[in-house]
C-alpha cells in the first residue's frame, strides 16, 4: 500500500510510550499498535486529530505516500 504510516518515528522523537500515548488519546494499547506498525487499512480524523494533537504534529508527519511503481493506476499489476 502506498500510503505508510510513520507513527514509530514521531513517538520515537517525543519520547512517548505507546502505553502513555493510547491513554492521551482514549484509544486500546491494541489499536494504536496497529496504527504504528501499519496494520490498518483506515484512520478515523478523530483518532488523527487527537494524535496529532497530544504529539504536537502535523498529519502530514505521521502519514506518507509513497509511489508503487509496480501498480498502475487503477491498482493492476503493470507487464
Same mark, same amino acid.
Given at each position: 500500500?502506498?500510503?505508510? =504510516?510513520?507513527?514509530?518515528? #514521531?513517538? /520515537?522523537? !517525543?519520547?512517548?510510550? @505507546?502505553?502513555?500515548?493510547?491513554?492521551?488519546?482514549?484509544?486500546?494499547?491494541?489499536?494504536?499498535?496497529? =496504527?504504528?506498525?501499519?496494520? #490498518?487499512? /483506515?484512520? !478515523?480524523?478523530?483518532? @488523527?486529530?487527537?494524535?496529532?494533537?497530544?504529539?504536537?504534529?502535523?498529519?502530514?508527519?505521521?502519514?506518507?505516500?509513497?509511489?508503487?511503481?509496480?501498480?498502475?493506476?487503477?491498482?493492476?499489476?503493470?507487464?
Amino acid at each position: 500500500m502506498p500510503i505508510i =504510516l510513520r507513527l514509530d518515528r #514521531v513517538m /520515537a522523537d !517525543r519520547k512517548i510510550s @505507546l502505553k502513555e500515548l493510547a491513554e492521551r488519546v482514549e484509544i486500546s494499547n491494541v489499536n494504536l499498535s496497529n =496504527l504504528k506498525t501499519g496494520k #490498518v487499512r /483506515a484512520i !478515523r480524523f478523530s483518532t @488523527l486529530e487527537a494524535i496529532c494533537r497530544e504529539l504536537h504534529c502535523q498529519p502530514g508527519d505521521i502519514l506518507e505516500y509513497e509511489e508503487d511503481s509496480a501498480e498502475g493506476d487503477d491498482g493492476s499489476l503493470m507487464p
